[in-house]
Every structure is written in C-alpha cells, then in structure tokens.
C-alpha cells in the first residue's frame, strides 16, 4: 500500500492549491480517504473524509466552504481543492486509507501560506 502526497508549495493569503494523493498497492474504489495536517509545532489534525464511492464527504469546522475533496477512482487518487487559503493553513498536509485494519499514510507534502 503506497500513498503519495504532491501539490504542495508556497501560496499568498487568499490564493488556491490542489493536492493530489496518488494511490496504489490496494483496491482504490473500495477504500476511503482522509486529509490530515500538522501545523507547525502541533499535532496532525484532521480536514476532509470521502468515502470509496466518492458519494459522502465530510469536513473539518475550520476549512468549511473553503475546500473540497475529491476523488478519480479510475486514476486511483483523491484531490483536496483549498480556495481562500489563510496563514493558519500552513503544514504538512497527508492523505490516509484503513486497508486491513491498518492506517497508511503518505510521507506528506508542505502547504505554506504566506500573510
């Protein structure tokens, strides 16, 4: 099971990113996915679940409206749009699947938004 994080960057207050978590090593379609972050100095939070069908997804009160996840089942990897970006997004933003009754995670790509 391998999960890989990219579209992270550098971005102004206001601005937008999408990430990206390639999947691969398991049956995409019939799994969920979360996005986490760790601000820095804190601990890893959650932001956005979808479930395997993309049908159901769920957010975290502080990036309500401002980002959406998705996925594309038959690239087998799941999105976070992030619109409005605040200095308060800043981290390293992972992407999570539960595979067997283990959590995988990627290795993370860092999200930096400048005020």
């Known amino acids: 099971v391998q999960l890989v994080e990219s579209g992270g960057g550098l971005v102004q207050s206001g601005g937008s990113l999408t990430l990206s978590c390639l999947t691969s090593g398991f049956t995409f379609s019939s799994h969920h996915i979360k996005w986490y972050r760790q601000p820095p100095g804190k601990g890893r939070e959650f932001v956005a679940y979808?479930?395997?069908?993309?049908?159901?997804?769920n957010y975290a009160d502080s990036i309500q409206g401002r980002f959406t996840i998705s996925r594309d089942n038959a690239k087998n990897t799941a999105y976070l749009r992030m619109n409005s970006l605040k200095p308060e997004d800043t981290g390293d933003y992972y992407c999570?699947?539960?595979?067997?009754?283990?959590?995988?995670w990627g290795q993370g790509t860092q999200v930096t938004v400048s005020s």
């Open positions: 999570n699947t539960v595979h067997w009754s283990t959590q995988y």
């Open positions: 979808i479930n395997a069908g993309g049908t159901v997804t």
